[in-house]
T-cell receptor
Framework: GENVEQHPSTLSVQEGDSAVIKCTYS??????FPWYKQELGKRPQLIID?????GEKKDQRIAVTLNKTAKHFSLHITETQPEDSAVYFC??????????FGTGTRLTVIP | DSGVTQTPKHLITATGQRVTLRCSPR?????VYWYQQSLDQGLQFLIQ???????AKGNILERFSAQQFPDLHSELNLSSLELGDSALYFC???????????????FGQGTRLTVV
């Protein structure tokens, strides 16, 4: 299966600062790159995704960038707010649709 | 509400026992995935079913098994339970596009299993 790594595993930022989380994958056939957010005690939910024919996608304060050559994609959160505090998971996918999640990054936004 | 229903929400049982967790996917979703999430841990992929057939296996113990029924609901059976099996078990469903394509996963609220 896909070997997926996320860095960092924990991240603390001051409110208003930016946060970047990187996801590295092994399967060059991966063609769909989503990020999920899991708030404490809740279910994971998709927050942004990108497909292999696009290098960057932005949705308000969050963005995802993809480097297929290097096999990594990153989640960028700007102007962080306390409600951004959560665990974030990446889940790069191939056509087989297996859903292996990264190890997760716990983001804490300090007010 | 994601449209994915898991029952029960909470389950407390003793070591050595067997339990069954149930998942009803979103209407129209053919793929069901099961995950185990221990305290402060990531989402450990257990198994995937697509339209009634096993599609992929992760780190699922031999004491665990699952199936997907003709109406597409799925059950995860955990037997000979140990203290270390205590965790939050999530089910997710997606529209699996054979041969490629994106597939957002929609998660249920999870079943919290406590083994005492």
């Amino acid at each position: 299966g896909e070997n997926v790594e996320q860095h960092p595993s924990t991240l603390s930022v001051q409110e208003g600062d930016s946060a970047v989380i990187k996801c590295t994958y092994s399967d060059s056939a991966s063609n769909y790159f989503p990020w999920y957010k899991q708030e404490l005690g809740k279910r994971p939910q998709l927050i942004i995704d990108i497909r292999s024919n696009v290098g960057e996608k932005k949705d308000q304060r969050i963005a995802v960038t993809l480097n297929k050559t290097a096999k990594h994609f990153s989640l960028h959160i700007t102007e962080t707010q306390p409600e951004d505090s959560a665990v974030y998971f990446c889940a790069p996918q191939t056509g087989a649709n297996n859903l292996f999640f990264g190890t997760g990054t716990r983001l804490t936004v300090i007010p | 509400d994601s449209g994915v229903t898991q029952t029960p929400k909470h389950l407390i049982t003793a070591t050595g026992q067997r339990v069954t967790l149930r998942c009803s996917p979103r209407s129209g979703d053919l793929s069901v995935y099961w995950y185990q999430q221990s305290l402060d841990q990531g989402l450990q992929f257990l198994i995937q079913y697509y339209n009634g057939e096993e599609r992929a296996k992760g780190n699922i113990l031999e004491r665990f098994s699952a199936q997907q029924f003709p109406d597409l609901h799925s059950e995860l059976n955990l037997s000979s339970l140990e203290l270390g099996d205590s965790a939050l078990y999530f089910c997710a469903s997606s529209v699996a596009l054979l041969g490629g394509g994106d597939a957002e996963a929609f998660f249920g609220q999870g079943t919290r299993l406590t083994v005492v």
